[in-house]
Nanobody, 115 residues
Framework: QVQLVESGGGSVQAGGSLRLSCAAS????????VGWYRQPPGKQREFVAL???????DYADSVKGRFSISRDNAKNTVYLQMTSLKPEDTAVYYC?????????WGQGTQVTVSS
């Protein structure tokens, strides 16, 4: 059974930092493209960051220069380091692993940034 579990969310003040983790079981994340998405309150889910299996990364314009995606293959975990957080970063953050089969989504972790 495949599971992706996000952790590391919480409440911070604007300008603060958080590191989200996406830990996988049942699959080897190094073989998958792994992305982070977020869903702000009352809005649709949106792309945040991507790390491909070959090491390429991509970011939404809104987070470029502030967020960084990385992998620890030994821990089968992908991270999202978030710095200079803004109130508009408030959302539920999800990780997704994409391969040849249907994508696998985590359950999400809440990030709340207060001004």
């Amino acid at each position: 059974q495949v599971q992706l579990v996000e952790s590391g969310g919480g409440s911070v003040q604007a300008g603060g930092s958080l590191r989200l983790s996406c830990a996988a079981s049942g699959i080897t994340l190094s073989k998958y493209a792994v992305g982070w998405y977020r869903q702000p309150p009352g809005k649709q889910r949106e792309f945040v960051a991507l790390s491909t299996s070959s090491g390429t990364t991509d970011y939404a314009d809104s987070v470029k220069g502030r967020f960084s995606i990385s992998r620890d293959n030994a821990k089968n975990t992908v991270y999202l380091q978030m710095t200079s957080l803004k109130p508009e970063d408030t959302a539920v953050y999800y990780c997704v692993a994409t391969g040849s089969a249907s994508p696998y989504w985590g359950q999400g972790t809440q990030v709340t940034v207060s001004s």
